[in-house]
């Protein structure tokens, strides 16, 4: 296959009224080096149905389950089976269809987190260390441009050697018992047995968890953590406050919430170190700010000539048009093609393009959680942070 060639995508989950399989399928279809040929779209054979029509694919290739579609593309000629499969599921189905998918020779792109449980996450490792497929975990916020010149900016040491890292996630759309209310996403997203046994801080504090390591460069080493459960009659946390320290010394203050009523999604990081400090912010995420002590703070633009390579490379339009959630979503999906084809011709990727997430990040974001959940419960204040694998 040439890179002339459109990768096909299968995809799993996503079906009617799906946030996130629209989002992801999106930020695919961004750049054109994707197809979607099939999907699986839901466990409800009748809805998998309806959500292939929406997106006039072909219904021989719209599948009732994802077992279903891994028989029926493997039938079909190698030049005509899709070439990578997106799960998009809630986190109960990450771990089968991702093992299932892999050792029947097809690439990965999955939804975070890794899995439902750090037992399975640890086996998972080992599968896809395994498999020559490529495997992409959609931590979406290390796609955006100014995220990843922040990143360069400190590997480079710009700043000096990092100190201190905070790193917030505020949300409020879980204010109230709204899985009560057949809201979909809040039955899932509370529901320990499809959700696993942290709330908050497995949905949106893995997030702010990865950003904190992906910035900085530096690895968390212990941590101290404490959860919250903010709304009467809901099963696992909604809120909480996890203090870490790092593998070069640093510190770090890392909090999430999804009962910070009236907040939408301003996940922020700050990162400081010995020579300056860098801040982002999602909701202006266009601008970095660097401080500096001897100097005015400097306000960084997205799409000007004076960003690194990282930054120039995922960055799309020019200075003062927006790029947002969707497009760091596309520069993920763009960078894993562009190894898969690199691959595919026996060449190297650039470093740039094989700037995405993948089973380390899944990994040490398991261990987090597992970490998290054992040092709410101890009595211990530091517990040693210890990924293995």
């Known amino acids: 296959m040439s890179s002339s060639q459109k990768l096909k995508l299968g995809l799993i989950g996503g079906g009617p009224g799906s946030f996130i399989g629209a989002i992801h399928l999106n930020g695919a279809l961004m750049d054109g080096m994707f197809e979607l040929v099939a999907g699986a779209f839901s466990s409800n054979p009748e809805k998998s149905k309806q959500r292939g029509e929406e997106l006039m694919l072909d219904p021989a290739r719209v599948y009732a389950s994802y077992d279903e579609m891994f028989a029926g593309e493997l039938a079909l000629p190698e030049s005509e089976r899709i070439d990578v499969v997106a799960i998009v599921t809630p986190n109960n189905v990450h771990f089968d269809p991702t093992v299932k998918a892999l050792k029947h020779g097809f690439h990965v792109a999955l939804d975070k987190p890794l899995t439902l449980n750090y037992q399975e996450a640890k086996e998972l490792y080992h599968i896809v260390k395994a498999s020559d497929k490529r495997f992409l975990l959609t931590h979406t916020y290390s796609g955006y441009p100014m995220i990843k010149q922040a990143k360069q900016m400190i590997a480079e040491g710009k700043i000096g050697k990092v100190r201190k890292v905070y790193v917030e996630y505020p949300q409020g759309w879980l204010w109230k018992l709204l899985e009560s209310e057949n809201n979909k996403q809040a039955e899932w997203r509370t529901d320990p047995k499809r959700n696993g046994m942290a709330g908050c801080m497995g949905d949106i504090g893995t997030h702010a968890f990865h950003l904190a390591e992906y910035v900085s460069g530096e690895k968390v ?59 982002w912010q999602q909701e202006l995420n266009n601008t970095l700010i660097a401080r500096w002590p001897d100097a005015p703070a400097q306000v960084l633009r997205a799409g000007t000539g004076y960003l690194g390579s990282l930054a120039n490379e995922n960055t799309r339009t020019p200075a003062g048009h927006p790029e947002g959630y969707v497009e760091a979503f ?40 597992d970490h998290v959940l054992k040092s709410n419960e101890s009595d211990i204040k530091w517990t040693p942070f210890v990924v293995e694998k």
């Open 330 to 369: 596309a520069n993920l999906y763009r960078n894993f093609a562009r190894c898969i084809y690199a691959d595919r011709a026996g060449e190297s990727p650039k470093a740039e393009w094989e700037d995405y997430p993948g089973i380390e990040d899944g990994i040490r974001g398991m261990a987090f959680i």
């Open 221 to 279: 080493a212990s941590i101290c953590a404490d959860l919250y459960i903010k709304v009467d009659g809901r099963p696992i946390d909604d809120d909480g406050v996890v203090l870490m320290r790092f593998e070069n010394g640093a510190s770090g203050v890392l909090t999430a919430s999804q009962t910070d009523t009236g907040a939408e999604n301003n996940l922020r990081i700050r990162v400081y170190g010995e020579k300056g400090g860098l801040e």
